[in-house]
């Protein structure tokens, strides 16, 4: 015997949910806010992102979101390690007064009052801004020993500091342009 079911009258199912099980979750790299990854609500595995939940204020994002935000030139220096030819970039012999800022994430990360004429090609600095916040890593490529300088906050490469430079440092923070954006400082009054 057939049993009429009356519409309105079924017990409710389980909602159907294409959200991720806790498991899966846990298991997927998660973007963080700043990302428009994480923005679009959707959760990605780590062959697309670095993004770890380790350390918050970081700002790491894939691969394909700095193809898609950087210059050719400025991707294959933050990105992949490049270096600008010496004499090319556009601020080896730049004099103005303001902040030098992260090209990727605008971290403040040198200013021209530091900034000296070292003859290299590449714009130089005896010391980075207080508190900026520079990673340093051993290079060992090219068959040297160097010690890379990148953005803490996104690991854009910026170049190389050396040992050098001049007084009071001894230091010489040796930056791609292409790593750099600048931002006058207010015009004196
Ligand atoms: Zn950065």
New binding site residues.
């Given amino acids: 015997m057939q049993v009429q079911v009356i519409p309105g009258d079924q017990p409710l199912s389980q909602p159907q949910s294409d959200q991720l099980s806790p498991s899966q979750i846990n298991s997927a790299q998660v973007c963080l806010p700043s990302c428009p990854v994480w923005a679009s609500g959707r959760y990605h595995d780590d062959s697309q992102t670095g993004h770890s939940m380790d350390s918050p204020t970081e700002t790491k994002h894939p691969d394909s979101y700095w193809r898609g935000r950087l210059t050719s030139t400025e991707y294959a220096v933050t990105r992949r390690g490049a270096t600008e030819p010496a004499f090319t970039g556009k601020y080896w012999d730049h004099k103005a007064q303001g902040t030098y800022r992260?090209v990727?994430?605008a971290?403040p990360l040198f200013s021209s009052d530091q900034k000296f004429e070292s003859g290299s090609g590449w714009p130089s600095w005896w010391k980075p801004l207080e508190g900026a916040q520079i990673l340093e890593r051993v290079d060992s490529a090219h068959g040297m020993v160097r010690t890379e300088i990148l953005?803490a906050?996104?690991d854009?490469h910026l170049g190389h500091v050396f040992p050098d430079g001049p007084k009071p440092t001894g230091l010489r923070y040796c930056v791609n342009s292409a790593s750099l954006s600048f931002e006058p400082s207010a015009p004196q009054r």
């Fill in positions: 992260c990727c994430c971290t953005c906050s996104c854009a």
